[in-house]
């Protein structure tokens, strides 16, 4: 026999032994049950009351009695209740038998059934009501094995626990407590995600999505991992971790990332915290994992992303929405598309020949600096049939996952500069403005842009054209006239003489 094993069995004969004496000093009929002694004829309670784990300790006790707890209540958690038969605590055997299995309980039906005892169900799963409560009545008297088997999504149940029916009453410590109240709290676990794309503006532009995730306050975190399926339009680029404090984690000691390096065509994301990052969150529960994974868009579309928190090992082999399976983030979008521009002269008739670039601002636009690149180009030819679609721009009335308008931080308009001109027209003499939103990326011509001809159509005259010949036409005519004037003058001159 170990000591620890001989201290216990000592423990236990001296409880047994005064248990002993106080009956003598108390003696009663044999007829009539003594408040000190546990009555065998007494029917028992257990009411679970199920709420969530504060993030500080109430400092309320555990002893059986029932609590006035300031905390939400959480409804619909399932919990089964086991008694341990064969242990009657109306004896100071089975008060010691309870103990030693106690000493060897792990939280597991197994080490119950490994001691040499069997369970039985007290009416199989139930549920918490509106108020987070379940209430066992007219109980044996025994010692029973509590189960949380249906926990919320997105939190972690209470490890199974052991809990006698009665208790010492704390209040009256010669008397017995046959109502007996427990107060296991999930540990409630949220997870949100956020997307920051405002100061990107065109597709291959990195960028981020954030998971802000709790810890859940429990001593043991026996699993904890975070899951991004990311949409095939986004390549993932890498991922960093930190507390919401600013501690930074470090991965391959705290964390591991699959895949461990940039993949394209929207790949499944796994942050999983190994041990030594288990023990970070159990000594940090007051705070949040922050996640920030780094992609980049790849095809235009309105891109809708969804991530998992995992809060428990248990967690990791249940699906999204089942009871104890992990918690889901709200979608969070972002939005890439463009617009098709027809190039058109004054009548509305196609033009070819046009090339465009676009730029991120006036200034620029106007200076030709920062041209925006899409899909490796900066310039932009129309069509045979006088169009061109630019592809690839952020919304401009969409950033960070949420609605702008004109004039919010975040809405972001482009401008067009032509820098070739079809063949007898003039170029633009200034950029035009323009948005991109749902409407623009549908299929149809959303802005036409007209050309006049070059001179605004008066035709200017050519070098050795009509109009030089009749000059020299007309002076040679003048200089003929003012031969002929001279040759006569001097005839008649003769004459007269």
């Not at 423990?11 to 000190?36: D, K, N, Q």
């Given at each position: 026999?170990?000591?620890?094993?001989?201290?216990?069995?000592?423990?236990?004969?001296?409880?047994?032994?005064?248990?002993?004496?106080?009956?003598?000093?108390?003696?009663?009929?044999?007829?009539?049950?003594?408040?000190?002694?546990?009555?065998?004829d007494a029917r028992g309670s257990l009411t679970i009351h199920k709420y969530e784990a504060p993030v500080t300790p109430t400092g309320l006790p555990h002893d059986g009695t029932e609590q006035s707890v300031g905390l939400p209540a959480l409804e619909g958690v399932g919990f089964t209740v086991y008694k341990v038969d064969t242990i009657d605590l109306t004896t100071n055997a089975g008060w010691l038998d309870a103990s030693e299995l106690s000493d060897d309980f792990d939280g597991t039906e197994a080490s119950i059934t490994g001691a040499g005892y069997t369970v039985t169900a007290v009416g199989g799963e139930q549920l918490t009501d509106a108020a987070g409560e379940i209430a066992l009545t007219d109980l044996d008297l025994g010692l029973y094995y509590v189960v949380e088997t249906s926990p919320l999504p997105g939190s972690t149940?209470?490890?199974?626990?052991?809990?006698?029916?009665?208790?010492?009453?704390?209040?009256?410590?010669?008397?017995?407590?046959?109502?007996?109240?427990?107060?296991?709290?999930?540990?409630?676990?949220?997870?949100?995600?956020?997307?920051?794309?405002?100061?990107?503006?065109?597709?291959?532009?990195?960028?981020?999505f954030t998971l802000t995730a709790d810890i859940p306050n429990v001593t043991v975190i026996d699993g904890y991992k975070l899951v991004d399926d990311l949409a095939a339009t986004l390549d993932y680029v890498g991922a960093t971790v930190e507390l919401s404090d600013g501690t930074a984690l470090v991965e391959g000691v705290d964390y591991t990332?699959?895949?461990?390096?940039?993949?394209?065509?929207?790949?499944?994301?796994?942050?999983?915290?190994?041990?030594?990052?288990?023990?970070?969150?159990?000594a940090h529960t007051d705070l949040q994992v922050v996640a920030v994974l780094t992609a980049s868009v790849n095809t235009v579309g309105e891109i809708v992303n969804t991530a998992l928190l995992y809060p428990n090992a248990g967690s990791f082999t249940i699906q999204p929405g089942e009871p104890g399976g992990p918690t889901e983030t709200p979608e969070v979008i972002t939005k890439w598309g463009g617009l098709t521009i027809a190039k058109v002269d004054e009548a509305g008739?196609?033009?070819?020949?046009?090339?465009?670039?676009?730029?991120?601002?006036?200034?620029?636009?106007?200076?030709?600096?920062?041209?925006?690149?899409?899909?490796?180009?900066?310039?932009?030819?129309?069509?045979?049939?006088?169009?061109?679609?630019?592809?690839?721009?952020?919304?401009?009335?969409?950033?960070?996952?949420?609605?702008?308008?004109?004039?919010?931080?975040?809405?972001?308009?482009?401008?067009?500069?032509?820098?070739?001109?079809?063949?007898?027209?003039?170029?633009?003499?200034?950029?035009?403005?323009?948005?991109?939103?749902?409407?623009?990326?549908?299929?149809?011509?959303?802005?036409?842009?007209?050309?006049?001809?070059?001179?605004?159509?008066?035709?200017?005259?050519?070098?050795?054209?009509?109009?030089?010949?009749?000059?020299?036409?007309?002076g040679g005519m003048l200089l003929a006239g003012a031969v002929f004037l001279a040759v006569y003058a001097r005839r008649k001159a003769r004459t007269d003489a």
């Open positions: 026999m170990n000591t620890s094993t001989i201290r216990r069995r000592s423990r236990a004969a001296a409880a047994v032994l005064a248990a002993a004496l106080a009956a003598l000093a108390f003696a009663a009929p044999a007829h009539a049950a003594t408040p000190h002694l546990v009555d065998p149940g209470v490890a199974p626990f052991l809990v006698t029916v009665p208790l010492t009453d704390p209040a009256d410590q010669d008397a017995w407590l046959y109502d007996v109240h427990v107060y296991p709290k999930n540990a409630l676990t949220a997870v949100e995600k956020t997307v920051e794309d405002s100061e990107d503006l065109k597709i291959g532009d990195e960028i981020d990332v699959t895949p461990a390096a940039a993949t394209a065509g929207g790949p499944t994301v796994e942050i999983v915290f190994t041990a030594a990052g288990r023990d970070l969150l159990e008739a196609a033009l070819t020949g046009a090339v465009f670039s676009v730029y991120p601002t006036e200034q620029d636009a106007v200076d030709g600096t920062n041209a925006i690149v899409l899909g490796g180009a900066t310039e932009f030819a129309v069509a045979a049939d006088g169009t061109v679609t630019i592809s690839g721009l952020r919304y401009s009335d969409w950033a960070d996952g949420v609605a702008v308008a004109a004039g919010e931080d975040g809405y972001q308009t482009y401008w067009l500069a032509e820098i070739v001109a079809p063949d007898g027209f003039e170029l633009l003499a200034a950029p035009i403005e323009f948005t991109v939103t749902a409407a623009t990326t549908a299929v149809g011509v959303d802005l036409d842009v007209v050309n006049v001809p070059s001179n605004v159509g008066f035709a200017l005259p050519n070098t050795g054209g009509a109009g030089t010949t009749l000059f020299w036409l007309g």
